[in-house]
């Protein structure tokens, strides 16, 4: 029983799964923010009109994080790179949820964005490493031709 369950298959689906909920709470951790962050304002003793700000520097680090970062080749060390982003982003979620300054509340979300983007890539490249070539979607041939 142990053995079919860590048969390549029921792995490969377990896998694509993790990856799933990974990418799912990155996209869940930029999107609670929304709500609360005039009540995260008020509280830091800024205006709400200032809330807007810690989504955007979260949107705009992972955007630049997932520019920077690049996928490796090799499984393993794409799995360790997902437990420390994982691990980060996290932190940095917790964190900001103890602050009541603002400034460092946008730093917080500096991190956070830092380790959600890079996580995302990250995630994706592992998806893209462990999914088998027949299921891996080919370029469809309306794409190659070019533009008139």
């Not at 923010?33 to 005039?38: D, L, N, Q, R, Y």
């Not at 955007?63 to 080749?73: E, H, N, P, V």
């Amino acid at each position: 029983m142990i053995t079919s369950f860590f048969s390549s298959r029921r792995m490969s689906e377990y896998n694509l799964f993790i990856c799933f909920i990974i990418h799912f709470l990155v996209a869940l951790d930029a999107l609670v923010i929304v709500p609360f962050s005039s009540v995260m304002a008020m509280e830091a003793k800024v205006p709400a009109s200032q809330s807007g700000y810690l989504t955007s520097v979260y949107a705009i680090a992972a955007a630049l994080t997932c520019l920077l970062i690049q996928g490796s080749q090799d499984v393993t060390r794409e799995r360790k790179r997902i437990l420390f982003y994982l691990a980060g982003i996290a932190m940095t979620t917790l964190i900001t949820s103890t602050l009541d300054n603002f400034t460092l509340l946008l730093l917080a979300r500096i991190g956070t964005g830092f380790f959600g983007g890079a996580l995302a890539v990250v995630n994706l490249n592992y998806l893209i490493l462990i999914s088998d070539e027949q299921k891996k979607r080919k370029t469809p041939q309306y794409w190659s031709v070019p533009f008139r």
